[in-house]
């Protein structure tokens, strides 16, 4: 009994595995064709400039939105992963390939601890490429980082 | 895997065909994609049904002026777009700006061409005490909405209050002899007739927030697209008018400021556009910016049922002057081709002038404009001009 199971779970493996393998080239052969797929990353990470700091950020609308004002969170860590408490950020940014900035003057509005800052007021004006820089001043010393973000 | 490839490709032939990216694009303009309406927590009759009723009645009310002849709807006609076709919107005199229009204006940050103000409610105040326009004072109206409306009034924003000993006519933007009553009144009266005179703002607002954009050709054209299905019947293009999309979306960068489902991004911009010469000089949102700060009916003001978080378009503001020299509320496109004359003084009296202005991208007056110039060819131009006629609405028989 037991054996006779065994040679009958193998076959149903072996022909499952045919299946799977027919169906990872065909997808394969359709990813070739298909436009690439659109970026789904929800949250950001970077890096600051002169390696100081770790950065993430959520929006509390998802997709990033255009044409809607609203707010990121903000975590800052140092790289090893300790959180910045106490630093003063500023945030600015724009569009390189058009030569504008933010339609808004986003600001820190409050720091609900842990390395995390809540940043209002932001808002991108149209899809494209942007870039959103952020100074930071705290005790491990000033530096600055940027997020890249596609709309 | 041959079959399927010639399958794949085979729709991509078509010369004048969309990528995948420009059908997002075009789906991003449609109607179908336009947000909710955003509330107004300044305005806590916002979306009260009776305060709208109300507001219609005040809007075609020309008892609401100086001289008993202008109303809103003297000059946002409502057979017109809920503007006028003049250069210049004149109302008791003729006033420095063109008239605009109103659908989908609820959807707006900040209102008036250069936005200094920052809702409907207080955009309202403002034409109602111009001396260009309605003319009208605090007082009249308060005494107006006493004898006219009194019990429509209470329903909506409770009892008035005691008027009877005050002035017949005084505000603070009148003439110097209303401005001198109003200075007379007691603090206590000032106060309560500015909160009267803010809920007929506040009415007003209501009744604007259901003036919705209607339904165009293209919307039909981009819901099609955006369905992955191609546009039939009515809804379909013209090679011409593809043609003027796609240049729209693309080469002539008509996008970067006309973006969204209202063809506009709510934003700013010096465009070029010339300096009238028989109106004093016009610095546009460079000089709103401190006004609107100043304005007592301001979401951060005593009259503005909004805590002070809520008030983000004020609170995040770009204060930058200098780059906001002659700068414009970039306007709807919706419509536009059957509303000439264009911009924000009536400047370019045709849309062919317009395409034009945004080829020869003129050095502004003032300030830099961001134009960069656009080469179009003959064809190219008739391509532009087509298309923005599909954003025009289209009789009410249509679904």
Not at chain 1, 71 to 96: K, Q
Request: overall charge negative.
């Amino acid at each position: 009994m037991p054996a006779q199971s065994e040679t009958g779970n193998s076959r149903l493996v072996k022909s499952l595995l045919g299946v799977v393998v027919a169906a990872i080239a065909v997808y394969a052969g359709w990813n070739l064709l298909a436009p690439p797929p659109p970026q789904v990353d929800v949250a950001y990470n970077t890096v600051s400039a002169d390696g100081l700091y770790q950065l993430m950020f959520e929006t509390d609308v998802e997709p990033i939105p255009v044409g809607q004002t609203h707010s990121w969170v903000l975590t800052l860590t140092t790289p090893d992963g300790a959180p910045v408490t106490d630093a003063t950020i500023r945030v600015d940014g724009g569009m390189p390939a058009h030569g504008h900035g933010l339609p808004t003057a986003p600001q820190v509005s409050t720091n609900p601890g842990e390395g995390r800052y809540r940043i209002e007021g932001m808002r991108f004006n149209m899809g494209g490429h942007w870039e959103i820089r952020i100074a930071i001043s705290a005790p491990p010393g000033d530096d600055a980082a940027v997020f890249n973000i596609e709309l | 895997m041959l079959a399927l490839l010639a399958g794949l490709l085979l729709p991509a032939c078509a010369p004048d065909d969309f990528s995948t990216d420009e059908k997002k694009i075009i789906r991003s303009l449609s109607l179908a994609e336009l947000a909710p309406l955003p509330a107004d927590p300044s305005n806590r009759h916002a979306d009260d049904p009776p305060a709208a009723a109300f507001g219609a009645s005040l809007f075609f009310d020309r008892r609401l002026s100086g001289d008993g002849q202008v109303s809103c709807a003297t000059c946002h006609k409502i057979d017109r777009q809920f503007q006028d076709d003049l250069p210049r919107g004149v109302g008791v005199a003729q006033t420095d700006r063109r008239t605009m229009p109103l659908a989908g204006v609820a959807w707006s940050l900040f209102l008036f061409w250069d936005g200094r103000r920052d809702s409907l409610w207080a955009q309202a105040l403002t034409p109602l005490e111009d001396p260009r326009e309605h003319a009208g004072n605090r007082t009249a109206f308060a005494h107006h909405m006493a004898a006219t409306y009194g019990e429509r009034y209470r329903r909506v924003f409770g009892p008035l209050p005691p008027l009877s000993h005050l002035p017949a006519d005084a505000g603070p933007k009148g003439t110097p002899a209303e401005r001198a009553a109003w200075r007379a009144m007691a603090a206590a009266d000032r106060k309560a007739v500015d909160g009267v005179f803010a809920n007929l703002g506040k009415a007003l607002a209501a009744f604007e927030r259901s003036i919705r954009p209607p339904r165009t050709r293209f919307d039909r054209f981009a819901e099609a697209i955006g369905r992955g299905e191609e546009p039939k019947g009515e809804a379909a293009f013209t090679a011409l008018e593809r043609e003027g999309l796609k240049l729209f979306i693309g080469k002539a960068n008509c996008l970067e400021c006309h973006n969204g489902p209202r063809f506009t991004d709510d934003h700013f911009h010096n465009t070029g556009v010339p300096q009238l010469e028989d109106a004093p000089v016009d610095r546009g949102r460079a000089r709103a910016v401190a006004e609107l700060l100043a304005d007592p009916f301001n979401c951060l003001g005593a009259f503005s049922d909004a805590p002070a978080a809520a008030c983000t378009a004020l609170r995040f503001m770009r204060p930058d002057e200098a780059s906001m020299e002659r700068a414009y509320k970039t306007p709807s496109l919706r419509g536009a081709a059957g509303r000439p004359p264009y911009m924000h003084a009536g400047q370019i009296p045709t849309l062919d002038d317009v395409i034009d202005h945004y080829s020869r991208a003129p050095q502004a007056p003032a300030g830099t404009s961001e134009l960069r110039g656009v080469v179009f060819t003959e064809r190219g131009r008739k391509a532009l001009v087509a298309f923005l006629k599909t954003l025009d609405p289209v009789d009410s028989s249509d679904p």
